[in-house]
């Protein structure tokens, strides 16, 4: 990690959820859902193994203080709102969301310093997107260059890192303004078989922003690793639909990653021949994905505990989990080397070395 280029630095990282916990009213949704009395005992345990508690959502409740699916909530019309009626809730809350997240930052945000804004949010769009909304209610310079990152799934906070790290490596005197926002609880599909049902099961909307450049403390960025699985296209999937985007997350994710993390040349590719550092930033997809990851690379249970705590704490954010997930190890002052790694669509893993 040492080079005559500047060593970017993750100087403050800040996280925002809404207020509304919507995981057990999703169950009580879910489960009728499942006609066969053998497939609701099946989700419900599963659902209690999911290692998850809360789940967040910028949909309000009702008027009787009920869900999203409850009557008089944002889902209570016929076959479900169509993506048009979710793109305009995302419009609306995605940019206040991710103005929370900057404000958590506190002193370590200062607009007149900022020269780059970058973004990732694959849970809707609007345009002028979400970069330039924010751009201009935090007060930047007209001039800040811009980068929207979208569409590329759970993967897409570490891309996000790697490109602030690249403009700082590129840029020694810019101040990157990394922010992600995912609202994925405006994307219920009317599922009705248990592999959908326990895929929704894992979502949830939360924000992270963060600020990156090649002075003061904080995490030293290092090296991004890409890794894409062969013959998994179809194991996970992000459509759009005329009901919201469509989630397919195949139960064979689990297996796949464990068979390929267990291989001594990925592991190299990912860690080099030192092995697996001290400190593992896991994308808290879900219990099972934690579990493979952790026993394919045989590393202590204690390993993943951020991630963990994360999972059950927040669910899956999409991108902005992996940054819950650094925001944790900051936080309780963890040191060492490490990685922070995460899976999407492709299947594939995106990754990127730190040092704490």
């Not at 609306?92 to 506190?106: E, F, T, Y």
């Not at 267990?262 to 001290?278: E, K």
Request: with cysteine; charged share 20%; proline share 6%.
């Amino acid at each position: 990690m040492t080079d005559d280029a500047p060593s970017p630095r993750l100087n403050a990282l800040a996280t925002a959820v809404p207020g509304h916990d919507i995981h057990t009213a999703f169950i009580d949704w879910a489960t009728p859902r499942l006609a066969d009395e053998r497939l609701r005992a099946l989700f419900a345990r599963m659902a209690a193994r999911s290692g998850i508690a809360h789940r967040w959502s910028v949909l309000p409740p009702t008027a009787e203080g009920g869900s999203p699916v409850a009557p008089g909530g944002f889902y209570d019309v016929p076959g479900l709102p169509p993506t048009s009626t979710r793109m305009a809730a995302y419009a609306d809350h995605a940019p206040d969301l991710a103005m929370r997240a900057v404000a958590k930052l506190g002193e370590a945000f200062d607009a007149a310093r900022i020269t780059h804004i970058v973004v990732a949010s694959c849970t809707g769009f609007v345009a002028p997107g979400i970069d330039q909304i924010l751009a201009r209610r935090l007060g930047l310079s007209s001039t800040v260059e811009r980068v929207l990152i979208g569409f590329m799934g759970c993967y897409a906070g570490v891309t996000a890192l790697r490109t602030a790290r690249h403009i700082v490596r590129s840029e020694p005197g810019a101040v990157v303004l990394v922010v992600s926002v995912e609202l994925s609880t405006l994307h219920l599909s009317l599922a009705d078989e248990p592999e959908p049902l326990l895929a929704m099961l894992q979502f949830s909307d939360g924000a992270a922003a963060g600020i990156v450049s090649a002075h003061g403390r904080g995490l030293v960025l290092g090296e991004g690793r890409s890794l894409a699985l062969e013959d998994s296209a179809e194991l996970i999937r992000w459509d759009i639909g005329d009901r919201g985007f469509e989630m397919t997350l195949s139960g064979e994710v689990p297996g796949r990653l464990r068979e390929t993390l267990s291989d001594d040349g990925v592991q190299r590719t990912l860690f080099g021949n030192h092995g697996a550092p001290p400190l593992l930033a896991v994308h808290a997809g879900g219990r099972s994905v934690l579990d493979a990851v952790e026993h394919a690379l045989g590393v202590d249970p204690l390993a993943l505990a951020d991630s963990r705590s994360v999972l059950a704490r927040f669910g899956n954010m999409s991108s902005a989990t992996i940054l819950f997930v650094l925001a944790e190890m900051m936080a309780r002052g963890a040191r060492g080397e490490g990685l922070a790694i995460a899976f999407g669509p492709g299947l594939a893993a995106e990754a990127i070395r730190f040092r704490a």
